[in-house]
């Protein structure tokens, strides 16, 4: 987070709203963060966190009749939101890229992959020849993992297995050498073996091409292999942002805490019951007062009242770069954690 | 004692235009005693799902024969089902789409009853209503809709009419895969302790390994078709033989382990059902392989005379990692 170098994308207090029938969905609530070329940071969060509203936020990807954004987009120093289709459009693909949880909606079932591909590179580079941009399209088909890349270059998305389509929209989404790469859930269709190999691919690109990689995820073991940077959102806030390290293993949310404790695990007591977290999350129309999490945050009485009163502001957690929004006290935090019941302790690893 | 569940040589095979078949299952053997949890896993393909339908009667066998508490229910059908219902349940993955919108959560409930012409004491409105306290729903909402509830409570709205019967075996296909973190491991906890409290025998299917880790007392691990490994938690875990169990363990995302000492990556895709490799079906996959693979099928046998049982020539051996 404490990166030397300017962020490429620097997100500024941003608000997401959406007009709907039932009311205004207080989607995103005011969030800010920034990654630096080279860096990953992992959104952590459930259904309706607003994880992906705030992704599709940066790619200009909301329909503007019934969304309201404020706040700030900066990429690569210019500020996106408010800015004309067009403008959108020429930034869209070659600055920064996306890739879906479901390659089979972003493919087109009609054309041949290779063709798809070149479409991406030629939007882009319309000086470039049908022999040159064949070229580059095979180069990233073959970088991607995907055998015979002169050969698939001619097949259709339907002929490609899961894991090969996600290769291909990986190879379509880089086609332009973006500095931004959006990843929203990318593996989560996936089978683990595949979904090993789609993150292994991802690391060695981005040691490649130096992108800014956001990767939007509900789980927390992806995260961990490959976030530098964790941002955890609940009910459209951030309410715990540091480095993977801090967040993973010196959590300091009661939300985070939760997290952890409510996923099983390949390692220790199988027999020890989860930890689950109260309640469900809440309606983003109708969001809590104050913390949002307060009505299934079992510490919520020791905050004297506040945390139903007051939004808690994301400050630093002691830890310098390490931030949380809690009402709790550092010495109730650090009680918390070491009556040791909360956090699941965990072993090994990288320090 | 014989077991609750008996599964020989079962096999489901579908016709595919033209191009044979798809051999979906392809000749398993298992059994489940009474009480106990017993999952499978594997990854899309691999026939879990599709065992779990024939188990409970929707998919007919292609061959094979499963028996239930001693009794042959392989082919049973129509009427001759209903009394097979009360012992035998499922619970689908989906709760969306697995409750009818136009029923209120009651109904859903009292259909089993009704349609077994269940008069339970107190009538079928206390017994629901028992069983939704049980599954930890308020039973005052007997009269609401399905729209009504999260994706949570609506699985266990169906946790509720599958236990209606007072079942003996519940067969339980990705039951919280459709769920959110913190309200999967709600659902999660329920299942456990209703299995505890009742003493109910769990086919439990799924393809998170940390899940059936953490609810199922022996696992089987399935690949195109075939059980590759079976064995208690603690020996497909700990001590897991078969390359495909190490390599499936290993690729799981892991919280605890970050340091990538030790991992294994599997190379290309899981080959078609519908022509599946000589031999050793993973052979193609597999850093071991060897002529024998292609040639030889490896039978499911235990390797070193304990309860596991692994399907392969040159099995690993000692504890992963």
Known sequence: MSAPVQPYLDVRDLTVRFDTEDGVVQAVNGVSFTVARGRTLGIVGESGSGKSVTSLAILGLHSPRRTRIAGEILVGGRNVVGLADEEIRALRGRDVAMIFQDPLSALHPYYPVGRQIVEAYRVHHPQA?????????????????????????????????????????????????????????????????????????????QREFQSAIVLITHDLGVVSQVAHDVLVMYGGRAVEYGSAEQVLRRPEHPYTWGLLASVPSLHGDAEADLVPIAGSPPSLINLP????????????EQTGGRSTQWVPELREAGEPGHLVACHLSAADRRAVRGAGAIVRQRSGGRS | ?????????????????????????????????????????????????????????????????????????????GRALRPLRKDLQIIFQDPYASLNPRHTIGKIVAIPLQANGINPA???????????????????????YPHEFS?????????????????????????????????????LNLLRNLQRELGLAFVFIAHD???????????????????????????????????????????????ERLDA???????????TPLNPPSGCRFRTRCWKAQERCATEEPALVPRDGGTQQTACHFPETGPLR
């Open chain 2, 209 to 255: 390994l940390a899940v059936v880790r953490h609810f199922c007392q022996r696992v089987a691990v399935m690949y195109l078709g075939k059980i590759v490994e079976v064995g208690t938690r603690a020996e497909i875990y700990e001590r897991p033989q078969h390359p495909y169990t190490r390599a499936l363990l290993s690729a799981v995302p892991d919280l």
């Open chain 2, 261 to 271: 000492a030790g991992r294994i990556r599997l190379v290309g895709d899981v080959p």
């Open chain 1, 129 to 205: 020849s049908r022999a040159q941009a064949r070229t580059r399209a095979i180069e990233m088909i073959d970088r991607v993992g995907i055998p015979q890349p002169a050969q698939r270059f001619d097949a259709y998305p339907h002929e490609f297995s899961g894991g090969m389509r996600q290769r291909a929209m990986i190879a379509m989404a880089l086609v332009n050498d973006p500095d931004l790469l959006i990843a929203d859930e990318p593996t989560t269709a996936l089978d683990v073996t595949v979904q090993a190999q789609i993150l292994d691919l991802l690391a060695d690109l």
């Open chain 2, 1 to 77: 004692m014989s077991p609750l569940l008996e599964v020989k040589g079962l096999t489901k095979h579908f016709p595919a235009r033209g191009r044979g078949s798809v051999k979906a299952v392809d000749g398993i053997d298992f059994e489940v005693r009474a009480g106990e949890t017993f999952g499978l896993v594997g990854e899309s393909g691999c026939g879990k799902t599709t065992t779990g339908r024939m188990l409970v009667r929707l998919l007919e066998p292609s061959s094979g024969a499963v028996s239930f508490a001693g009794r042959d229910i392989t082919h049973l059908r």
């Open chain 2, 122 to 144: 107190g009538g079928v409105r206390h017994r629901v209503q028992e069983l939704l306290e049980l599954v930890g729903l308020n039973p005052e909402h007997y009269n609401r």
């Open chain 2, 151 to 187: 994706g949570g409570q609506r699985q266990r709205v169906g946790i509720a009419r599958a236990l209606a019967l007072g079942p003996k075996l519940v067969v339980a296909d990705e039951p919280v895969s459709a769920l959110d973190v913190s309200i999967q491991s709600q659902v």
């Open chain 1, 289 to 300: 007062g104050g913390c949002a999490f307060h009505p299934r945050c079992r510490y919520s």
